[in-house]
């Protein structure tokens, strides 16, 4: 299946629920041949992964984001999304997390193969990374047929090494500069695996992007903790 066929599949749509979408990004046999203008491993160490739009269809948007090894994304949800699917073109590690009582636990943490595609709902809140040597793409599907543009605005940043819940319009990157940042509100308590996972990531970034000050504070806390 070519890009065009699979936006002409999901504008196709009856109706879009997480599993109709699911069903037809699964389903699809799109590849490397068909999204390679997208897939760039060249981004700023300061992003957490790559992220480029592939075709913004107002109330969906397909956008391909590409994966070095040791990139996470920081946990978090979709924002005003309430459909969405993500196929993976590799070997990746899934995590899924549950807010309840206004405190955030792990569910489930564990490697997807290549070939895997997530459903995304509205309350999903998740984090993905690549553990692995090599790097990999991932094709992502979201929208909301009752909102226009931005259908993953003001997703929500669960972050433990600000202790801050962020709101951001972007990708959902690990110490993301204060421009990037829409609003903040407090944040949730977290269990300790949760919350010493995420310093964790948060200190690998810091060292990736030579940021010595951050990192020292970072695993100050999580020997600390």
Not at 87 to 104: V, Y
Not at 174 to 202: F, G, K, M, N, W
Request: proline share 4%; charged share 25%; glycine share 8%.
């Amino acid at each position: 299946m070519t890009r065009g066929k699979l936006i002409e599949s999901l504008e196709g749509l009856s109706e879009f629920t997480p599993g109709s979408v699911h069903e037809v990004v699964s389903e699809c046999d799109i590849g490397f041949e068909d999204l390679k203008e997208w897939i760039d491993y060249h981004y700023p160490v300061s992003d957490s992964y790559g992220r480029k739009m592939v075709h913004d269809g107002g109330f969906f948007e397909v956008m391909v984001m590409c994966w070095r090894p040791g990139d996470y994304s920081a946990i978090h949800d979709h924002g005003k999304a309430e459909f969405g699917a993500v196929k993976i073109f590799g070997d990746a590690e899934h995590a899924t997390f549950e807010l309840n009582r206004q405190k955030l636990t792990t569910i489930s943490r564990e490697m997807v193969e290549a070939g895997t595609t997530l459903k995304v709902t509205p309350s999903l809140i998740h984090q993905m990374g690549n553990p692995g040597e090599s790097n990999f793409f991932s094709l992502h599907v979201y929208g909301n047929v009752d909102l226009e543009g931005g259908v993953t605005s003001e997703a929500r940043i669960f972050d433990y090494s600000r202790n801050e819940l962020l709101f951001v319009d972007g990708g959902v990157f690990y110490l993301l500069p204060e421009s990037e940042i829409v609003h903040r509100e407090e944040l949730p308590e977290a269990d300790q695996a949760t919350r010493s996972r995420d310093l964790i990531e948060a200190a690998k970034r810091a060292k990736a992007m030579g940021n010595n000050p951050e990192y020292k504070r970072l695993m100050n806390e999580i020997s600390s903790d």
